[in-house]
């Protein structure tokens, strides 16, 4: 086992937990607006590209993590297979948040343009009140994941200030 996570693994870390804070206040903010706001369009057409691009850093991630080293879980038998779990569960969460934002935008059969660079086809209506439903989930796991992410940042600062040993500082600057 590696004592440190790599520079890829922490970019892509510290790049997904700001880009989830960001969907998160940009999607709660996003759903307020009125159709005479000049964000109207804008908003969600950047909420769905930087989703897009987000599902695929977290598959990149995925693959990454598999292909590589991670270091050992530090703390009691409990916080090890709480972080474990803790950690399935966040990504578990962001593919339903991936797949429920791809069922709102697409229930009409029109893709997404992610930033005008490339399309992910639009496979129309799957079934009855499709974008409802799935907007519904949307919302909920949206708020379930940023409550996860907060307890996840808490047991890094808690292992960090308490604890005192590495857990975060194998996801920031290193080992002491």
Known sequence: MSQGYNKTAKTVHWISAIVVIGMFAVGLWMVDLTYYSEWYQIAPHWHKS???????????RLLWKAMTKSPTVEGSKFEKVAAKSAHHLMYFLL??????????????????????????PGLGKFFENQAD?????????????????????LAALKHHFIDKDNTLRKMTRGLK
Do not use: K, M, N
């Open 50 to 60: 930087i989703g897009i691009l987000l599902a695929l850093l977290t598959l990149f």
């Open 133 to 153: 439903l799935a907007g519904q989930v949307h919302y909920y796991v949206a708020f379930v994941l940023i409550g996860l992410a907060s307890v996840h940042a």
């Open 95 to 120: 593919f339903v948040l991936f797949i429920s934002g791809y069922l709102i935008s697409t229930e009409d059969g029109r893709p997404i343009s992610v930033f005008g660079w490339f399309d992910v």
